[in-house]
């Protein structure tokens, strides 16, 4: 038996593995579970191994890797077009390898583990910020029942809410008042949480070299710089830089159909995360576009010129992206003068 190719479909506990000789045909099936699927992976010679992108996945890849075997992650969307019949585990293993064996298939660049730990803080920090706006929205929803209003943004409310608690005359319910007073010592909490978690991510540039250098491009801070290299660690899975803001969904949407090329707005694919972060630095840094005369500058007033400014800040984000490619690639500082090309 010789296997060039082997699918795996990935569960929590159990994995269907289905191997591939060189002419694609399949000439093994097995169900393993993970520590028996590391076993076999270190009893197999060297071949490519696919799975999709999902939970586990990066892990199990990194093992691979590890092992000898060209380890390949694939998107899920990818792979669907690949399933025959009816859809089962053994099924889904073969369309994985099936779809591995297509040079032209997309794949999702394997991340190492300290990108999943930056990764790991973005989304609890994010978590974290989701589960605040949720309780303030909860108190202020409770608070209007009994007609107290408090003005938008949680630093008013912050600020509203001793007052309110102390207030004996504002006909809130004991019961009413204990339920603010809970939520206010959550909210606290939460701050702390946030406050916390953002003072360890803004510690990683210090440690993280990648990320010192993208924090010398103008509209990247510790956060943008943190979550970029948490997404595509060096860039080096991108031939160009346009390939980064294909990925991330700043580049124009194309509807060409008949030889009539027809450009929409930006798709919108990929890591909405990392892209708002980016249209965010861009924005702060087209209200300070005025202060300095360098080449990236005179870029931004003269596109600032042409269109409203929110597409300006999309241009600019698009550029960003393609900037930090190079910076990631090349392992050099921002460049004013280069970045302006």
């Given at each position: 038996?010789?296997?060039?190719?082997?699918?795996?479909?990935?569960?929590?506990?159990?994995?269907?593995?289905?191997?591939?000789?060189?002419?694609?045909?399949?000439?093994?099936?097995?169900?393993?579970?993970?520590?028996?699927?590391?076993?076999?992976?270190?009893?197999?010679?060297?071949?490519?191994?696919?799975?999709?992108?999902?939970?586990?996945?990066?892990?199990?890849?990194?093992?691979?890797?590890?092992?000898?075997?060209?380890?390949?992650?694939?998107?899920?969307?990818?792979?669907?077009?690949?399933?025959?019949?009816?859809?089962?585990?053994?099924?889904?293993?073969?369309?994985?390898?099936?779809?591995?064996?297509?040079p032209t298939m997309p794949t999702v660049s394997i991340k190492d583990a300290t990108q999943?730990?930056?990764?790991?803080?973005?989304?609890?920090?994010?978590?974290?910020?989701?589960?605040?706006?949720?309780?303030?929205?909860?108190?202020?929803?409770?608070?209007?029942?009994?007609?107290?209003?408090?003005?938008?943004?949680?630093?008013?409310?912050?600020?509203?809410?001793?007052?309110?608690?102390?207030?004996?005359?504002?006909?809130?319910?004991?019961?009413?008042?204990?339920?603010?007073?809970?939520?206010?010592?959550?909210?606290?909490?939460?701050?702390?949480?946030?406050?916390?978690?953002?003072?360890?991510?803004?510690?990683?540039?210090?440690?993280?070299?990648?990320?010192?250098?993208?924090?010398?491009?103008?509209?990247?801070?510790?956060?943008?710089?943190?979550?970029?290299?948490?997404?595509?660690?060096?860039?080096?899975?991108?031939?160009?830089?346009?390939?980064?803001?294909?990925?991330?969904?700043?580049?124009?949407?194309?509807?060409?159909?008949?030889?009539?090329?027809?450009?929409?707005?930006?798709?919108?694919?990929?890591?909405?995360?990392?892209?708002?972060?980016?249209?965010?630095?861009?924005?702060?840094?087209?209200?300070?576009?005025?202060?300095?005369?360098?080449?990236?500058?005179?870029?931004?007033?003269?596109?600032?010129?042409?269109?409203?400014?929110?597409?300006?800040?999309?241009?600019?984000?698009?550029?960003?992206?393609?900037?930090?490619?190079?910076?990631?690639?090349?392992?050099?500082?921002?460049?004013?003068?280069?970045?302006?090309?």
């Amino acid at each position: 038996m010789s296997i060039a190719t082997l699918g795996i479909d990935l569960g929590k506990t159990s994995m269907h593995v289905v191997g591939l000789d060189a002419s694609g045909k399949p000439v093994h099936r097995k169900k393993l579970t993970r520590t028996a699927l590391i076993r076999f992976l270190s009893n197999l010679a060297p071949c490519r191994v696919a799975m999709e992108s999902c939970a586990g996945s990066h892990d199990i890849a990194r093992k691979a890797d590890a092992m000898g075997h060209d380890a390949v992650l694939l998107p899920a969307q990818f792979v669907r077009p690949y399933t025959k019949g009816q859809k089962n585990d053994n099924a889904d293993a073969e369309a994985i390898a099936e779809a591995a064996t297509r040079p032209t298939m997309p794949t999702v660049s394997i991340k190492d583990a300290t990108q999943q730990e930056i990764q790991f803080l973005h989304r609890t920090r994010q978590g974290w910020i989701k589960q605040r706006t949720e309780t303030a929205n909860r108190v202020r929803a409770m608070l209007l029942e009994f007609g107290i209003t408090v003005p938008k943004r949680i630093l008013n409310l912050r600020r509203a809410l001793p007052g309110i608690l102390e207030d004996a005359e504002n006909d809130l319910p004991d019961g009413v008042r204990q339920l603010v007073a809970d939520h206010w010592q959550q909210l606290q909490e939460l701050d702390d949480k946030v406050a916390d978690i953002t003072q360890r991510v803004e510690r990683i540039p210090v440690r993280d070299a990648r990320a010192a250098r993208l924090m010398s491009i103008p509209g990247i801070g510790p956060m943008i710089a943190t979550a970029m290299v948490a997404a595509v660690g060096d860039g080096t899975q991108f031939t160009q830089g346009r390939g980064l803001s294909a990925w991330l969904g700043l580049v124009p949407q194309q509807f060409t159909t008949g030889g009539r090329p027809r450009l929409l707005g930006i798709s919108k694919r990929g890591n909405r995360y990392l892209r708002t972060l980016l249209i965010h630095g861009a924005r702060a840094v087209l209200q300070q576009a005025h202060r300095g005369d360098d080449a990236l500058r005179r870029w931004i007033q003269r596109v600032n010129g042409r269109v409203h400014r929110n597409k300006a800040a999309v241009a600019l984000a698009n550029k960003l992206a393609r900037v930090a490619w190079a910076v990631l690639t090349r392992g050099e500082t921002f460049r004013a003068s280069a970045a302006a090309a």
